[in-house]
Protein backbone atom coordinates (compact mmCIF):
# COMPACT_ATOMS: atom_id res chain seq x y z
CA UNK A 1 0.00 0.00 0.00
CA UNK A 2 1.15 3.43 -0.98
CA UNK A 3 -0.77 5.26 2.02
CA UNK A 4 1.26 7.39 4.66
CA UNK A 5 -0.19 8.09 7.76
CA UNK A 6 -2.41 5.58 7.30
CA UNK A 7 -3.47 2.36 8.42
CA UNK A 8 -6.35 1.75 6.30
CA UNK A 9 -6.73 -1.29 4.19
CA UNK A 10 -9.04 0.80 2.18
CA UNK A 11 -7.64 0.80 -1.41
CA UNK A 12 -6.24 3.80 -3.33
CA UNK A 13 -8.89 5.94 -4.87
CA UNK A 14 -9.04 8.68 -7.65
CA UNK A 15 -9.82 10.89 -5.40
CA UNK A 16 -6.17 13.16 -5.42
CA UNK A 17 -4.47 15.84 -6.44
CA UNK A 18 -2.36 15.08 -10.12
CA UNK A 19 0.53 15.46 -8.19
CA UNK A 20 -0.56 12.95 -5.93
CA UNK A 21 -1.59 10.29 -8.25
CA UNK A 22 2.02 10.83 -9.98
CA UNK A 23 3.66 10.20 -6.82
CA UNK A 24 1.78 6.98 -6.44
CA UNK A 25 2.38 6.01 -10.49
CA UNK A 26 6.15 6.36 -8.96
CA UNK A 27 5.48 4.75 -6.24
CA UNK A 28 4.34 1.80 -8.38
CA UNK A 29 6.84 1.65 -10.90
CA UNK A 30 6.47 -1.72 -12.76
CA UNK A 31 3.42 -2.90 -10.55
CA UNK A 32 0.23 -2.64 -11.55
CA UNK A 33 -1.47 1.20 -10.30
CA UNK A 34 -4.66 0.35 -8.89
CA UNK A 35 -7.44 3.03 -8.24
CA UNK A 36 -10.79 2.45 -7.15
CA UNK A 37 -14.45 4.89 -7.91
CA UNK A 38 -13.30 6.59 -11.03
CA UNK A 39 -16.54 8.36 -10.83
CA UNK A 40 -14.99 10.30 -8.05
CA UNK A 41 -13.57 12.43 -10.75
CA UNK A 42 -16.85 13.43 -11.94
CA UNK A 43 -15.84 15.81 -14.69
CA UNK A 44 -14.94 13.68 -17.71
CA UNK A 45 -12.09 15.79 -18.77
CA UNK A 46 -10.73 16.12 -15.51
CA UNK A 47 -10.46 11.61 -15.77
CA UNK A 48 -9.29 11.84 -18.97
CA UNK A 49 -6.25 14.30 -18.28
CA UNK A 50 -5.82 11.78 -14.94
CA UNK A 51 -5.76 8.66 -17.54
CA UNK A 52 -2.97 10.67 -19.87
CA UNK A 53 -0.99 11.38 -17.09
CA UNK A 54 -0.68 7.94 -15.48
CA UNK A 55 -0.36 6.24 -19.14
CA UNK A 56 2.15 8.72 -20.51
CA UNK A 57 4.69 8.09 -17.65
CA UNK A 58 5.99 10.90 -16.50
CA UNK A 59 5.00 13.77 -14.74
CA UNK A 60 4.31 17.20 -15.70
CA UNK A 61 7.26 19.06 -17.04
CA UNK A 62 8.70 22.00 -14.25
CA UNK A 63 10.82 24.72 -14.03
CA UNK A 64 13.57 25.06 -11.51
CA UNK A 65 13.97 28.48 -9.67
CA UNK A 66 16.78 28.94 -11.94
CA UNK A 67 15.30 28.83 -15.15
CA UNK A 68 16.12 25.65 -15.94
CA UNK A 69 13.90 21.85 -16.55
CA UNK A 70 13.34 19.83 -13.15
CA UNK A 71 14.17 16.44 -14.12
CA UNK A 72 10.87 14.52 -14.59
CA UNK A 73 9.81 11.75 -12.69
CA UNK A 74 9.09 8.55 -14.79
CA UNK A 75 7.35 5.39 -14.53
CA UNK A 76 5.57 2.54 -15.75
CA UNK A 77 2.24 0.86 -14.56
CA UNK A 78 -0.42 -1.35 -15.71
CA UNK A 79 -3.45 1.12 -14.61
CA UNK A 80 -6.31 -0.68 -13.52
CA UNK A 81 -9.89 1.42 -11.92
CA UNK A 82 -12.73 0.21 -10.88
CA UNK A 83 -16.16 2.20 -10.64
CA UNK A 84 -19.17 2.43 -11.34
CA UNK A 85 -19.28 4.62 -14.40
CA UNK A 86 -16.72 4.23 -17.74
CA UNK A 87 -12.94 5.78 -17.03
CA UNK A 88 -13.18 7.27 -20.36
CA UNK A 89 -16.64 7.89 -22.04
CA UNK A 90 -17.94 7.84 -25.58
CA UNK A 91 -17.19 12.11 -25.82
CA UNK A 92 -13.25 11.42 -25.00
CA UNK A 93 -10.40 12.08 -27.51
CA UNK A 94 -8.94 8.99 -29.25
CA UNK A 95 -5.79 9.24 -27.40
CA UNK A 96 -7.37 8.40 -24.35
CA UNK A 97 -9.71 5.56 -25.80
CA UNK A 98 -5.44 4.15 -27.36
CA UNK A 99 -4.37 4.01 -24.06
CA UNK A 100 -7.37 1.97 -22.00
CA UNK A 101 -8.74 -1.57 -22.32
CA UNK A 102 -12.47 -0.92 -20.53
CA UNK A 103 -14.04 -4.36 -19.48
CA UNK A 104 -17.43 -3.42 -18.78
CA UNK A 105 -18.87 -6.16 -15.47
CA UNK A 106 -22.99 -5.95 -16.73
CA UNK A 107 -22.43 -8.99 -18.62
CA UNK A 108 -21.32 -11.15 -15.74
CA UNK A 109 -23.95 -10.43 -13.63
CA UNK A 110 -24.18 -8.46 -9.99
CA UNK A 111 -21.64 -8.99 -7.10
CA UNK A 112 -22.77 -8.63 -4.15
CA UNK A 113 -21.29 -7.75 -1.26
CA UNK A 114 -20.51 -11.24 -0.13
CA UNK A 115 -18.56 -12.22 -3.35
CA UNK A 116 -17.07 -8.73 -3.40
CA UNK A 117 -15.25 -9.70 0.35
CA UNK A 118 -14.80 -13.34 -0.86
CA UNK A 119 -13.07 -11.69 -4.13
CA UNK A 120 -10.97 -9.27 -1.51
CA UNK A 121 -10.11 -11.85 0.87
CA UNK A 122 -8.48 -14.40 -1.98
CA UNK A 123 -6.62 -11.92 -3.46
CA UNK A 124 -4.96 -10.45 0.60
CA UNK A 125 -4.72 -14.19 1.03
CA UNK A 126 -2.95 -15.28 -2.39
CA UNK A 127 -1.13 -12.38 -3.40
CA UNK A 128 2.16 -12.46 -3.86
CA UNK A 129 2.79 -16.06 -5.76
CA UNK A 130 3.17 -15.88 -9.71
CA UNK A 131 5.88 -13.18 -8.39
CA UNK A 132 7.86 -15.88 -6.37
CA UNK A 133 7.33 -18.26 -9.39
CA UNK A 134 8.34 -16.24 -11.68
CA UNK A 135 11.98 -14.47 -9.30
CA UNK A 136 12.48 -18.45 -9.49
CA UNK A 137 12.10 -18.82 -13.12
CA UNK A 138 14.39 -15.99 -13.81
CA UNK A 139 16.78 -17.63 -11.64
CA UNK A 140 16.82 -20.43 -13.65
CA UNK A 141 17.55 -18.48 -16.55
CA UNK A 142 21.24 -19.72 -18.59
CA UNK A 143 22.14 -15.83 -19.50
CA UNK A 144 24.65 -17.48 -22.09
CA UNK A 145 21.69 -19.03 -23.95
CA UNK A 146 19.48 -16.52 -24.13
CA UNK A 147 21.62 -13.83 -25.24
CA UNK A 148 21.59 -15.47 -28.84
CA UNK A 149 18.08 -16.04 -29.12
CA UNK A 150 17.41 -12.27 -28.37
CA UNK A 151 20.03 -11.54 -30.69
CA UNK A 152 18.23 -13.72 -33.62
CA UNK A 153 14.87 -12.17 -31.89
CA UNK A 154 15.94 -8.79 -32.73
CA UNK A 155 17.10 -9.04 -36.21
CA UNK A 156 13.95 -10.78 -36.95
CA UNK A 157 12.48 -8.16 -35.76
CA UNK A 158 14.13 -5.30 -37.43
CA UNK A 159 13.75 -7.36 -41.34
CA UNK A 160 10.34 -6.91 -40.94
CA UNK A 161 9.17 -4.03 -42.94
CA UNK A 162 7.27 -1.63 -40.76
CA UNK A 163 5.90 -0.06 -44.13
CA UNK A 164 3.77 -3.44 -44.14
CA UNK A 165 3.08 -3.44 -40.62
CA UNK A 166 1.85 -0.11 -40.70
CA UNK A 167 -0.19 -0.23 -44.35
CA UNK A 168 -2.40 -3.96 -42.69
CA UNK A 169 -2.53 -2.27 -39.43
CA UNK A 170 -1.48 -5.35 -37.43
CA UNK A 171 1.80 -6.65 -36.05
CA UNK A 172 4.05 -8.83 -38.63
CA UNK A 173 4.18 -12.32 -37.95
CA UNK A 174 8.14 -14.01 -38.70
CA UNK A 175 8.23 -16.07 -41.40
CA UNK A 176 8.19 -19.73 -41.52
CA UNK A 177 12.00 -19.60 -42.63
CA UNK A 178 12.45 -17.80 -38.94
CA UNK A 179 10.21 -19.27 -36.91
CA UNK A 180 11.91 -23.27 -37.72
CA UNK A 181 15.22 -21.28 -36.91
CA UNK A 182 14.49 -21.20 -33.77
Known amino acids: RMRTGSSSNAPLTWRSTPNALAQRALAANHLPLVLDEAGELRDPVERQDAVYGLVNGHEKARATREGGLRREAAWKVGLVSTGEMALVDESARTGAHARLIQLRMDDLGTLGAVDVDALKSGALSHHGHLGRAWIAVL???????????????????????????????MVAKPTAASASNS
Open 139 to 169: AAVNVRELVPRLEKLRSVLQSTSSSSVESRG
